[in-house]
């Protein structure tokens, strides 16, 4: 059983950070690319960041780079997303996402709230 479970999520104020995990099972976690999404409400769901299988290779979005950092352990079978910075358009539910080129699976989300 595919189980991608995130947490980390809460409120904070802006200018503070936040660490999302997703912790990951029931699949070769190292032979997938991950990636985290997020989606505020009214909005579509978009691309924060990516990082390869083996973590050689990441990318993020523009509204997050130099903010938000994505690493993974392939050892614990998990993906992190560091989160500084933050700012209150960054409020949305974020996932966690694992693709390769047979299949993806989605987390069930987690919801990071910035707010004074």
């Known amino acids: 059983q595919v189980q991608l479970v995130e947490s980390g999520g809460g409120l904070v104020q802006p200018g503070g950070s936040l660490r999302l995990s997703c912790a990951s099972s029931?699949?070769?976690?190292?032979?997938?690319?991950m990636s985290w999404y997020r989606q505020a409400p009214g909005k579509e769901r978009e691309l924060v960041a990516g990082?390869?299988?083996?973590?050689?290779?990441?990318n993020y979005a523009d509204s997050v780079k130099g903010r938000f950092t994505i690493s993974r352990d392939n050892a614990k079978n998990t993906v992190y997303l560091q989160m500084n910075s933050l700012k209150p358009e960054d409020t949305a539910v974020y996932y966690c996402?694992?693709?390769?080129?047979?299949?993806?699976?989605w987390g069930q989300g987690t919801q990071v709230t910035v707010s004074s």
């Open positions: 029931g699949f070769t976690f190292s032979r997938y690319a």
């Open positions: 990082i390869s299988s083996a973590g050689s290779v990441t």
């Open positions: 996402y694992a693709r390769n080129v047979r299949t993806y699976y």
